[in-house]
């Protein structure tokens, strides 16, 4: 005796009988009808006896079919939807079937769909993952332009107008932490600018408001000073003598 897992013959015996009615419709064995491969199911199903399709056969085809449910599903629906299920080897399943008669006529079948749900849903998720580091590089491209946009304007900003200049890189939604090396870097070139807050590891804001009455109350000499060290005053120069 053959061992059953070595057996070429299906196990499931609704996939036997799906395999089965195909075969006698399609070598001609049933007679061609309004449903010929359901009725050739459903007596596979029974047998292989004749005679008239019963509640019962379909109750056995079909689990989900409640004979006794006034408010459901007529036999006829179901006999059409195993018609359809079995002719199309199980790639078309219509209601009022259940969604597991593909696994349980064509394993296959419910493999391959099975398996291409699982691509497309890994198609999907490849092009939300490509979608969503696109909007992190163009968020990071953009956040690195406005960062370069302040240092340039810091070039030409002075003590006493460091406070606007921090407020407009707050609405353009750069972080603190981005701006205090910046800053640190920039102090350095005005004359009495005490930078120790600025190395204090505070935040840009505290920092400000530690510094806001030494940046207010610069002197007039200190202001010309400032203003000389930014980097758009022009030096008038003679030429060399031949």
């Known amino acids: 005796m ?10 499931n015996p609704f996939q036997l009988a799906a395999l089965q009615a195909i075969i006698n419709v399609e070598e001609g064995r049933q007679r061609r009808g309004q449903y010929p491969y359901a009725v050739a199911l459903l007596r596979q199903l029974r047998g ?3 005679g008239c399709i019963s509640a019962a056969d379909v109750r056995r085809a079909a689990s989900n079919y409640t004979p006794k449910d006034r408010g459901g599903e007529t036999k006829e629906r179901y006999i059409a939807a195993l018609n359809v299920l079995i002719e199309s080897r199980g790639q078309v399943c219509p209601l009022p079937l259940s969604g597991c008669a593909v696994g349980q006529y064509f394993p296959d079948a ?3 769909l099975l398996e291409r749900r699982f691509r497309q849903l890994d198609a999907r998720c490849g092009r939300k993952e490509r979608r969503e580091q696109k909007v992190r590089r163009e968020t990071r491209r953009r956040y690195q332009t406005a960062l370069a946009q302040a240092c340039i304007e810091l070039a030409f900003v002075t003590p006493s107008l460091l406070e606007a200049w921090f407020d407009r890189q707050g609405k353009r939604g750069i972080d603190d932490d981005s701006l205090v090396d910046m800053v640190q870097a920039w102090a350095q070139r005005f004359l009495g600018l005490k930078d120790a807050p600025l190395r204090s590891g505070q935040p840009m804001w505290a920092i400000l408001v530690e510094m806001r009455d030494e940046l207010a ?5 200190e202001r010309w000073f400032d203003c000389l060290q930014l980097p758009n005053k022009l030096t008038f120069r003679t030429a060399p003598r031949e």
């Open 217 to 221: 109350d610069r002197s007039a000499h």
């Open 2 to 11: 053959i061992p059953r897992h070595l057996s070429l013959v299906p196990v």
């Open 110 to 112: 419910a493999h391959r």
């Open 48 to 50: 292989g006896s004749s």
